[in-house]
């Protein structure tokens, strides 16, 4: 059973910097989408960046374009998401996801109902 474990949240003033991770524990698998995404009080679940594992193809939302770069670390299994310049519309639970079904790529989709395993997120608080 595959799983996602995300961290590196946290609480930061506007202009600063995080790096979130997501460990992915399990089978080892290639060549799939992998995405992040958040979700802020009130609001639907809205993809921000993904990326295609077999080739590094990637989609950014137009809100993080230029601030935030999603890479991977095969050898470790891990996703990470870049966050610089941060805003305070940023502040979300944000989720990593993997589509372990294989049905997209190298283009991957930014819409949660095409994923199929989610970790627990990580909060991320940008204060102004």
């Known amino acids: 059973q595959v799983q996602l474990v995300e961290s590196g949240g946290g609480s930061v003033q506007a202009g600063g910097s995080l790096r979130l991770s997501c460990a992915v524990y399990?089978?080892?698998?290639?060549?799939?989408?992998m995405g992040w995404f958040r979700q802020a009080p009130g609001k639907e679940r809205e993809g921000v960046a993904t990326?295609?594992?077999?080739?590094?193809?990637?989609y950014y939302a137009d809100s993080v374009k230029g601030r935030f770069t999603i890479s991977q670390d095969n050898p470790k299994n891990t996703l990470y998401l870049h966050m610089n310049s941060l805003k305070p519309e940023d502040t979300a639970m944000y989720y990593c996801a993997a589509d372990l079904d294989f049905r997209f790529g190298p283009t991957c989709p930014a819409i949660e109902y095409e994923y199929n395993y989610w970790g627990q997120g990580t909060q991320v608080t940008v204060s102004s």
């Open positions: 399990g089978p080892t698998y290639s060549n799939y989408c």
């Open positions: 990326i295609y594992t077999g080739g590094g193809s990637t």
